[in-house]
Protein backbone atom coordinates (compact mmCIF):
# COMPACT_ATOMS: atom_id res chain seq x y z
CA UNK A 1 0.00 0.00 0.00
CA UNK A 2 1.08 3.22 -0.91
CA UNK A 3 1.42 5.81 1.65
CA UNK A 4 2.44 9.64 1.67
CA UNK A 5 2.44 10.39 5.87
CA UNK A 6 2.99 14.32 6.50
CA UNK A 7 4.15 15.45 9.86
CA UNK A 8 5.84 18.42 11.41
CA UNK A 9 2.61 21.04 11.05
CA UNK A 10 1.34 22.72 14.39
CA UNK A 11 0.74 26.34 16.37
CA UNK A 12 4.02 28.78 15.89
CA UNK A 13 3.74 32.56 15.93
CA UNK A 14 4.00 34.97 12.89
CA UNK A 15 8.01 34.93 12.11
CA UNK A 16 8.48 31.91 13.62
CA UNK A 17 9.12 28.58 11.54
CA UNK A 18 8.36 25.23 11.30
CA UNK A 19 9.73 22.34 9.21
CA UNK A 20 7.33 19.77 7.22
CA UNK A 21 8.27 16.25 6.66
CA UNK A 22 6.85 13.91 4.17
CA UNK A 23 7.42 10.63 4.33
CA UNK A 24 7.01 7.82 1.83
CA UNK A 25 6.17 3.91 1.62
CA UNK A 26 5.16 1.30 -0.57
CA UNK A 27 7.40 1.93 -3.80
CA UNK A 28 10.29 4.69 -4.58
CA UNK A 29 9.29 8.06 -5.51
CA UNK A 30 13.14 9.04 -6.21
CA UNK A 31 11.95 9.16 -10.16
CA UNK A 32 8.70 11.35 -9.18
CA UNK A 33 8.24 15.28 -8.88
CA UNK A 34 7.37 16.00 -5.09
CA UNK A 35 5.52 18.81 -4.13
CA UNK A 36 3.49 20.53 -1.68
CA UNK A 37 0.31 22.13 -1.56
CA UNK A 38 -2.03 23.82 0.78
CA UNK A 39 -5.90 24.63 1.10
CA UNK A 40 -7.74 26.51 3.70
CA UNK A 41 -11.37 26.28 4.28
CA UNK A 42 -13.60 27.66 1.47
CA UNK A 43 -10.71 27.76 -1.22
CA UNK A 44 -8.77 25.54 -3.73
CA UNK A 45 -5.88 23.80 -2.99
CA UNK A 46 -3.16 25.78 -4.09
CA UNK A 47 0.35 24.81 -4.97
CA UNK A 48 3.22 26.09 -2.77
CA UNK A 49 6.43 24.57 -3.85
CA UNK A 50 7.87 21.56 -6.34
CA UNK A 51 11.10 19.73 -6.84
CA UNK A 52 12.08 17.77 -9.45
CA UNK A 53 13.60 14.59 -9.49
CA UNK A 54 16.65 16.21 -10.04
CA UNK A 55 16.91 17.65 -6.60
CA UNK A 56 18.89 21.13 -7.75
CA UNK A 57 15.52 22.20 -9.61
CA UNK A 58 12.63 23.78 -7.48
CA UNK A 59 9.87 26.16 -7.92
CA UNK A 60 7.92 27.89 -5.65
CA UNK A 61 4.48 30.25 -5.17
CA UNK A 62 5.02 33.81 -5.09
CA UNK A 63 3.69 34.03 -2.20
CA UNK A 64 6.26 31.92 -0.61
CA UNK A 65 9.14 32.77 -2.50
CA UNK A 66 12.49 33.60 -0.28
CA UNK A 67 10.75 31.83 2.69
CA UNK A 68 9.84 28.26 2.04
CA UNK A 69 12.64 25.63 1.06
CA UNK A 70 11.57 22.17 -0.63
CA UNK A 71 14.11 19.50 -0.34
CA UNK A 72 14.72 16.03 -0.57
CA UNK A 73 16.10 13.06 0.30
CA UNK A 74 15.81 10.20 -1.85
CA UNK A 75 17.51 7.80 0.32
CA UNK A 76 15.01 8.06 2.93
CA UNK A 77 11.90 8.82 0.37
CA UNK A 78 11.17 11.82 2.13
CA UNK A 79 10.81 15.55 0.88
CA UNK A 80 10.49 18.52 3.23
CA UNK A 81 9.85 21.81 3.51
CA UNK A 82 11.21 24.38 5.56
CA UNK A 83 9.47 27.42 6.19
CA UNK A 84 10.32 30.33 7.69
CA UNK A 85 9.25 34.35 8.49
CA UNK A 86 5.57 32.38 8.82
CA UNK A 87 2.77 35.06 8.51
CA UNK A 88 -0.90 34.77 9.49
CA UNK A 89 -1.96 33.90 6.07
CA UNK A 90 0.08 30.97 5.60
CA UNK A 91 -2.55 29.38 7.83
CA UNK A 92 -3.70 26.24 5.85
CA UNK A 93 -3.50 22.14 5.72
CA UNK A 94 -0.54 21.30 3.91
CA UNK A 95 -0.89 18.65 1.78
CA UNK A 96 2.58 16.62 0.29
CA UNK A 97 2.08 15.37 -3.60
CA UNK A 98 4.29 12.92 -5.84
CA UNK A 99 3.80 12.66 -9.51
CA UNK A 100 5.77 11.80 -12.43
CA UNK A 101 5.17 15.39 -14.17
CA UNK A 102 6.75 18.07 -12.76
CA UNK A 103 4.08 20.87 -12.84
CA UNK A 104 2.06 22.84 -10.70
CA UNK A 105 -1.32 21.48 -11.86
CA UNK A 106 -3.06 19.64 -9.33
CA UNK A 107 -4.23 17.38 -11.43
CA UNK A 108 -1.16 16.15 -12.40
CA UNK A 109 0.20 14.56 -9.19
CA UNK A 110 -1.53 11.07 -8.18
CA UNK A 111 0.02 10.26 -4.38
CA UNK A 112 -1.44 12.76 -1.60
CA UNK A 113 -1.02 12.94 1.69
CA UNK A 114 -3.91 13.26 4.35
CA UNK A 115 -2.31 16.80 5.22
CA UNK A 116 -0.99 18.27 8.19
CA UNK A 117 -2.79 21.85 9.97
CA UNK A 118 -0.14 24.51 10.30
CA UNK A 119 -1.55 27.52 12.50
CA UNK A 120 0.41 31.03 12.61
CA UNK A 121 -0.73 32.98 14.99
CA UNK A 122 -0.36 37.26 14.84
Known amino acids: QVQLVESGGGLVQAGGSLRLSCAASGRTFSSYARAWFRQTPGKEREFVAL????????YYADSVKGRFTISRDNAKNTVYLQMNSLKPEDTAVYYC???????????????WGQGTQVTVSS
Open 97 to 111: AAGLVATVDISSFGY
Open 51 to 58: IRRNVAST
